[in-house]
């Protein structure tokens, strides 16, 4: 029997089992998966012809087989009304993962809903309404009135700038093009939304604000640069645990010189030797410790800079770069402008870079001589810049993303082989709407303006910011005061007299209550102050497409039923337009009812027709049996054209292998968040794609032939100085507090623990969300390990479990962010930037001894992380 996972055997895939294209739906990564399913009355045979593998299994395979799985990645589940086996593993001829799973996407099969073998029975299986003083189930119809009747009656009466709007704007599970069009069509085209944020931000904006106005897109490389590399820069991010298979299936092959013969193939004569790494994080984590494992000590350097201070040690190094001549004359000549200006405004030592990061000069200097320094026969050093939450949460977001990118341009690193300016990521990225124009820069910060009173209706799509958002504890607070009032006023009423139920509700509203409705998969914490609950499929139980962190595009193919009643989320938002059209007729508003026309959407593809297809820069060329064509390995975005595969094709191909179609010219893509500006569309006609017999053309590489997004082409420098702490209340928090409460994720755990909150493999290991600690300061605190403890500041606070980190820092304490049972964000101040970024690492804070290790903490290891060789 597999440990906590009550199965002793699992069936064998048999030969006929319908095969599915499948992209892991947790992290950017988006390694490729395969899901088997086959009718729960069969199984297959050893013998090669019965099983998928097509081997013989009645004999020992090898360590490495395909021709196997685990427990973790079976399932039984419904599909179209009939019990299936489901087995989702990894693809080994995935080019993105080559077989990889990880500790979250291997576990994908067992954390779906299975009523036959009891895993995520959380799952939301109907809409919910607050009936009779609790959340009670009833009929789409039922609750999208409500929603649409309380929500129209407010929009005619104070404007749409009183509907407050939460969405996601990513890939995976909780997004993909089709629902966030299908959300976006609703918010920024049947209406105009303003005060609407994003899922990991209090506000519409874009996390990159700083490499998008240097004409720089963020997903900008390929995974493959990984590999090619000489000197890869880590900042602010911790790979292993939170983008992994990339981590391991094309750094890892880098640092252990195995992609040495691919260099030579694809850069001559050029010397080339192993990947050096350069980590820049506060904290050593175990992407350092694997680092130094694959790479040798030697070629590591982790510079453990003070927290926040990111920016002056890139400005040192610029500085430094361009002293040496360590800079790509010809290419700043050629693709960009300002150099000069930037060079001399964020002109710093490195003497004084050092004091303020607390690294030693000498290491500030060996690691600019990894990155810039010529190699032998004056060869180009070719660089890869990978940035992720720690650079984006971090102190002064714009100005250390330019910062960053300054030093990746100077050095001629954009736009090449081995190179890279870019983010690692957090989800997919699924980003197709109607132009956000309106919403303004800055944008309104969401968060404020609700704890302030304001706002009438707030739609919550796939977020949970009670575990998630900064200042979370005056939110949760306020947040609850104002949906109770409403609450009250819904007891009031009986629940059928729609009439009265509505009049209540507004005029709760106008006391300065709020209406909350909530679409998710499962209950959430904020989910708790909703009146309206609707239940979404997600990833896998619905057709899905998104882009990895090279831009990769794939379909996920639907294969299995969602529960009970719950649709795909632009399917939720296409009736709720349907409602809200119904609703507006019957305020007698006949003009703002015509602006929810073009709903009718039947299926998740008609939304992704609707979208994608006729709206994202290529989108012509993309439709889902071409993407189903190509499997798991897709391709890179932008689309460019489309290539005849050699089978039979007519239209406007003479169908010869290797015939390229190409569509008008297109400009770098954007990365698939906000852009803030009209998206240009495509002029001209696009060739009438012939059969499905086609390939979809993509693009490996932005900014290949140098020229970057920007009227004239070119990239611009900035000018990055630095500000100290620069969020407001930043300094005065650290002037106050003794322990940096460092904040971020673990392998195991998946955001806010939504599945996991019902899986004993997640919840056993973390039954409360870890603080690392140095030994002595727990000794101090007395404090043993798995000590329940309490982490509090003048924002607020919350729990954590000790666990002794001998490697962590005196005082500098890393906790397990968004965890259901201790809120890192409870101690998060409300200090953003100046346009309204959330600074999540830089917080400061007291700690004490709340109580022993509680029983289910006492049997839990609290040996360290790391690995020896
Ligand atoms: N302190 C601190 N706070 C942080 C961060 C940090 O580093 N430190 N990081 C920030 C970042 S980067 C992020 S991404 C956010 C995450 O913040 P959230 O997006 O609020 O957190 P998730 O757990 O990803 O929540 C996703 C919700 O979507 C639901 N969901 C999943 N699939 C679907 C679906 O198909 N449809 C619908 N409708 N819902 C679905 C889940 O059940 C869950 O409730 O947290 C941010 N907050
Ligand atoms: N296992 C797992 N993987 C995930 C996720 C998950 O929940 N679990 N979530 C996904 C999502 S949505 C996201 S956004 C990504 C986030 O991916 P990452 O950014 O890699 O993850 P974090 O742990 O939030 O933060 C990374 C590092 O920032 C460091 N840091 C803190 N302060 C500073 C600073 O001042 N300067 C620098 N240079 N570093 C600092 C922290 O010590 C931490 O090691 O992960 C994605 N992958
Ligand atoms: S690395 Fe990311 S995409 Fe790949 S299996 Fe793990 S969670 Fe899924
Ligand atoms: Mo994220």
């Known amino acids: 029997m597999a440990y906590k ?26 390694c490729g998966y395969k899901a088997y399913t086959w009718d729960a009355r069969y199984e297959g045979g050893t013998a090669p012809k019965d099983n998928a593998f097509g081997v013989d299994l009645s004999k020992q395979q090898d360590a490495e087989t395909t021709a196997w799985y685990p427990p973790s990645m079976y399932n039984l589940v419904k599909q179209n009304g009939k019990d299936v086996h489901l087995v989702l593993k990894p693809d080994k001829d995935c080019v993105v993962n080559s077989g990889l799973g990880s500790v979250r996407g291997a576990r994908m099969a067992e954390m779906s809903y299975s009523r036959q073998r009891n895993t995520e029975l959380q799952r939301l299986t109907n809409p919910l309404v607050w009936r009779y003083g609790q959340l009670q189930p009833t009929s789409w119809d039922d609750a999208l009135d409500l929603v649409a009747r309380v929500t129209a009656n407010v929009v005619a009466a104070q ?113 080339v030797d192993r990947a050096r790494v350069v980590i820049v994080d506060p904290r050593r984590t175990v992407t350092v410790n694997a680092c130094e494992i694959e790479a040798g000590k030697e070629n590591v350097l982790h510079l453990a800079i003070n927290s926040g201070t990111d920016l002056i040690l890139f400005n040192a190094w610029l500085t430094y770069a361009a002293d040496k001549g360590w800079v790509d004359r010809a290419f700043i000549a050629a693709s960009t402008k300002d150099f000069d200006k930037a060079v001399a405004a964020n002109k710093v030592s490195v003497a004084d870079a050092a004091k303020i990061t607390g690294v030693s000069e000498a290491d500030i200097v060996k690691a600019i001589t990894w990155i810039a320094e010529p190699k032998a026969g004056n060869a ?26 300054n030093l990746a341009l100077a050095t001629g690193n954009v736009g090449r082989p081995g190179g890279g300016c870019v983010r690692m990521g957090g989800h997919q990225e699924g980003y197709c709407r109607p132009s956000d124009a309106h919403v303004g820069r800055p944008a309104a910060y969401v968060d404020k303006l609700l704890i302030e009173g304001k706002g009438a209706v707030h739609h919550v799509w796939g977020c949970d910011h009670y575990k998630t958002t900064l200042n979370a504890m005056e939110f949760k607070r306020v947040y609850k005061k104002r949906t109770d009032m409403v609450k009250d006023a819904m007891n009031s009423v009986p629940y059928g007299d729609r009439d009265a139920m509505v009049k209540a509700i507004t005029d709760a509203i106008r006391q300065g209550g709020l209406f909350s409705v909530d679409v ?42 969602p529960p009970g009643q719950a649709m795909p989320d632009c399917l939720i938002a296409a009736r709720l337009a349907n409602h809200m059209e119904r609703a507006f007729r019957a305020l007698g508003k006949p003009d703002i009812a015509g602006k929810f026309t073009g709903f009718d959407w039947k299926t998740e593809e008609d939304a992704f027709m609707d979208g994608y297809h006729q709206h994202e820069k290529g989108g012509e060329f993309v439709t889902y049996a071409r993407l189903r064509a190509m499997g798991t390995n897709g391709f890179q975005e932008p689309a460019v054209g489309l290539e005849s595969t050699g089978a039979v094709a007519a239209g406007t191909s003479t169908g010869a292998p290797g015939e390229v179609l190409k569509g008008p010219a297109i400009e770098g893509a954007r990365g698939k968040e906000p852009v803030q500006k009209d998206a240009p569309t ?35 420098f900035m000018p990055t100085q630095w500000r100290g702490l620069q969020a407001p209340g930043k300094q005065a928090e650290k002037d106050k507090f003794p322990y940096l409460i460092n904040n971020g994720r673990a392998n195991l755990v998946w955001q806010s623990a939504y599945l996991d909150v019902e899986n004993e493999l997640v919840m056993d290991r973390w039954p409360f969300p870890f603080i690392e600690m140095n030994p002595q300061d727990m000794a101090e605190l007395n404090l043993k390990e798995g000590d329940l403890v309490e982490v509090y500041n003048d924002n607020g606070s919350t729990q954590a479990m000790a666990y002794p980190t001998p490697t962590a820092k005196r005082k500098q304490a890393f906790m397990l962010f968004a965890y259901p049972t201790g809120v890192q964000g409870n101690v998060v101040s409300a200090g953003v930037n100046e346009f309204i970024i959330p600074n999540y690492k830089q917080t400061w804070g007291s700690i004490r001894k709340i109580s022993d290790a509680p029983a289910g903490v006492a049997h839990l290891t609290f040996k360290s992380k790391e690995y020896t060789a």
């Open 520 to 561: 998710d998969i499962v209950p959430t914490k904020i989910g708790e102050a909703a009146h309206v609950i609707l239940p979404a499929a997600t990833s896998g139980e619905m057709n899905l497409t998104s882009m990895n962190g090279e831009r990769r595009m794939r379909l996920t193919e639907r294969y299995m039923d």
């Open 682 to 716: 495509l002029a001209g006609a696009a060739p009438t794609p012939p059969a499905d017999t086609q390939r979809i053309i993509g693009t490996k590489r932005l900014y290949a032939d140098g020229k970057f997004n920007a009227p004239d082409g070119k990239a611009t």
């Open 5 to 30: 996972r009550q199965i002793g055997r699992l069936p064998i895939v048999p030969a006929d089992a319908t095969v599915h294209n499948v992209v892991c739906h947790y992290c950017i990564v988006g």
């Open 380 to 405: 180009r050093r070719r660089t890869m810049f990978a940035y992720e939450k720690g650079l984006i949460w971090g102190n002064d977001n714009y100005r250390t993303n330019q910062s960053l990118v």
């Open 159 to 271: 404007g749409e700038d009183a509907l407050f709007v939460s969405a996601y704007d990513h890939g995976g599970a909780g997004g993909g093009y089709e629902n966030t069009w299908g959300t976006g069509k609703l918010y920024f085209g049947a209406m105009k939304i303003k005060n609407i944020r994003i899922h990991n931000r209090p506000a519409y904006n874009s996390e990159v604000h700083g490499t998008r106005d240097m004409g720089v897109g963020e997903l900008n490389n390929c995974y493959e640069d990984a590999e090619l590399a000489d000197t890869i820069v880590a900042v602010g991010t911790n790979a292993l645990e939170t983008q992994t298979n990339y981590f391991l299936n094309h750094w890892v092959p880098n640092m252990r010189g195995t992609s040495v013969d691919k260099k030579k193939k694809e850069f001559g004569n050029e010397a």
